[in-house]
């Protein structure tokens, strides 16, 4: 099931507990677990209803300013399938997130040895666990299309390929591309791959952007803003008007911003700037 940015995080703060889809039959169920970029979402019940029972207050639960909204965006899909009201609710972080930050010992490690081996065995085109592992490692927070082509791959099937990796806590998605977890990192010290650590440049020191989307944070790697310090050298109106910037993002800075002590140039809360030292 799948929903915007925007929506995920109007779930996650409370403020959105609806949704609206129109399906042949259900493709959810009810309490089923999610996993999204904000953590889990759980669905909590999954009702066909007639468009003509609709409410105000079921366009507003599902982050809507109107019924006419709700019936209109229903109308721009397909008119000649059922309308569902699907039930959703914040279910808390995603345990994938504890999971990458933990670093196993070394049975934990020779068991996900093991894992890795039978995937390498089970794939018609050879071993590629330890090489997409490394691959990652070497070129964090490149687009998947360029790391597929790197290693001959489509991009769909290496994606694919990716998200196993990601479900035992290797891997850690980016807005754009990947990054190794320290759970990964482990695993390939402990096996003496050779990782390619003196040729990377270190991560930028501060505060790292949060999620903003692939086409937010681009816009800002642009500008050459890549920490959340940097972004405060900005005002508000100079971030949005960066083209991929939109209100989801500017929001989630803000967040970010004020989670930190920090905020853009032209907002209450923002560092005046440094005096001249005398001599």
Do not use: C
């Amino acid at each position: 099931m799948h929903m915007r940015p925007a929506e995920l995080a109007a779930i996650r703060a409370g403020d959105v507990d609806l949704a609206f889809r129109r399906w042949e039959r259900p493709r959810v169920k009810v309490g089923t677990r999610m996993r999204t970029a904000v953590g889990l979402v759980e669905v909590t019940s999954v009702d066909r209803v007639p468009v003509r029972t609709l409410t105000t207050a079921d366009a507003r639960r599902a982050g809507l300013a109107s019924l006419a909204a709700l019936r209109q965006g229903l109308d721009r899909l397909r008119s000649d399938r059922p309308v569902y009201r699907i039930g959703l609710r914040y279910a808390g972080a995603d345990p994938r997130q504890a999971l990458r930050e933990a670093v196993p010992d070394a049975g934990e490690i020779e068991a996900i040895g093991v894992w890795l081996d039978r995937l390498d065995r089970a794939s018609p085109t050879g071993p590629w666990t330890r090489a997409t592992l490394l691959l990652i490692d070497e070129l964090p927070a490149t687009r998947a299309p360029d790391l597929a082509q790197r290693v001959g791959r489509d991009t769909a099937s290496f994606k694919q390929n990716v998200r196993k990796l990601k479900e035992r806590g290797l891997t850690e998605s980016l807005d754009i591309g990947y990054r190794l977890s320290a759970r990964g990192a482990a695993v390939l010290d402990h096996e003496g791959r050779p990782r390619l650590t003196g040729g990377r440049s270190e991560p930028e020191p501060g505060i790292p952007l949060p999620h903003l989307g692939a086409a937010a944070t681009r816009a800002l790697n642009a500008r050459g803003v890549v920490r959340l310090d940097q972004v405060a050298e900005l005002s508000a109106g100079e971030v949005q008007a960066l083209h991929g910037v939109g209100p989801y993002a500017l929001r989630h800075l803000r967040s970010a911003l004020d989670a930190a002590g920090l905020a853009f140039r032209d907002e209450p809360g923002a560092s005046p700037p440094a005096m001249p030292e005398r001599s």
